[in-house]
């Protein structure tokens, strides 16, 4: 989920720098989650344990790497707030190997102690390859049930329910998230076109099936029907199963809205300089 936009003073909290010793893959670009299952994780996790991973197919549309990001060291990255869901046991940080293990870092933002943000993981890992497999929601982004009052001064006294606080999107409020958006934005387009560049940089091997998936795992699923993760050799476009990305429902509401808010304050600001250059013509005439 991404920081509150009420307790950050400006929006350059919203981003930090990677650590030296340590690159950065994501996989899910702004406003996008990415969805999966156990067993999907475990086939991912097989996946980039091959050492010739970016030369699959998976790099396809449709794939689990096409929307790949590639963050070197002293790059900016967004510094998404981290979460897990208390439902899945699975979800954590693990070394990628053989037999992947499960780091003892917890992610859980109720209590101080286990609240990491990128920032925080990165310093606490401290070298090698991380691969950021989470979600990417939107700036504006408030828990569930939580209620966003988009016009007004001032912010909402009631509580939406006994944990989110109700909150209210101010012009600061909005002229920050605007400002913090567009960044994110223009960081995934960058660091999107530095991943093509660090793959065609390589000396390629072709990639062939035998390589990354073992036949008991071909789907990363129990049932093996339907494919369970991105694209293959010879695929061709499935419904949505496995491993996916999408823009949730909630976000696309409020991208919604949002573009429509920040399609009237470009207008509000080209109409105050057209007024003060018929004012300024009106001077001079007089």
Same mark, same amino acid.
């Given at each position: 989920m991404s920081h509150n936009l009420l307790r950050v003073s400006s929006y350059e909290e919203y981003f930090t720098l990677v650590p030296k010793n340590i690159e950065v893959f994501t996989f899910a670009?702004?406003?996008?989650?990415?969805?999966?299952n156990e067993d999907s994780e475990k086939m991912i996790m097989h996946f980039l344990?091959?050492?010739?991973?970016?030369?699959?197919?998976?790099?396809?549309?449709?794939?689990?790497?096409?929307?790949?990001?590639?963050?070197?060291?002293?790059?900016?990255?967004?510094?998404?707030?981290l979460d897990g869901d208390d439902t899945s046991s699975h979800f954590g940080a693990y070394t990628l190997g053989k037999t992947p293990q499960k780091l003892p870092i917890v992610f859980n933002t109720s209590k101080k102690e286990t609240t990491y943000d990128v920032e925080r993981l990165l310093n606490t890992i401290k070298s090698g390859r991380v691969f950021l497999f989470v979600c990417s929601p939107h700036t504006i982004a408030p828990h569930t049930n939580s209620v966003l009052k988009w016009r007004g001064r001032n912010q909402p006294k009631r509580k939406a329910t006994k944990k989110y606080e109700s909150f209210a999107i101010t012009h600061e409020i909005l002229e920050k998230a605007i400002a913090i958006q567009e960044q994110r934005?223009?960081?995934?387009? %960058?660091?999107? &076109?530095?991943?093509v560049d660090y793959i065609n940089s390589l000396c390629h091997r072709r990639f062939t099936r035998s390589m990354s998936f073992p036949l008991e795992k071909r789907n990363g699923s129990s049932?093996?029907?339907?494919?369970?993760?991105?694209?293959?050799?010879? %695929?061709?476009? &499935?419904?949505?199963?496995?491993?996916?990305?999408?823009?949730?429902?909630q976000d696309q509401e409020t991208n919604n809205i949002y573009e429509k808010r920040y399609k009237e304050i470009i207008e509000e600001k080209i109409e105050t300089v057209l007024w003060k250059i018929r004012m300024s013509a009106t001077t001079k005439k007089s």
């Open positions: 670009p702004t406003n996008y989650c990415v969805y999966s344990s091959n050492p010739y991973w970016m030369f699959s197919p998976e790099l396809r549309k449709g794939g689990m790497f096409e929307h790949m990001q590639y963050y070197p060291p002293n790059s900016i990255i967004t510094n998404i707030m934005l223009d960081i995934d387009e %960058e660091a999107r &076109r530095r991943f049932d093996h029907i339907p494919s369970q993760i991105g694209l293959g050799l010879g %695929e061709t476009k &499935r419904k949505e199963s496995g491993i996916y990305f999408k823009v949730d429902k």
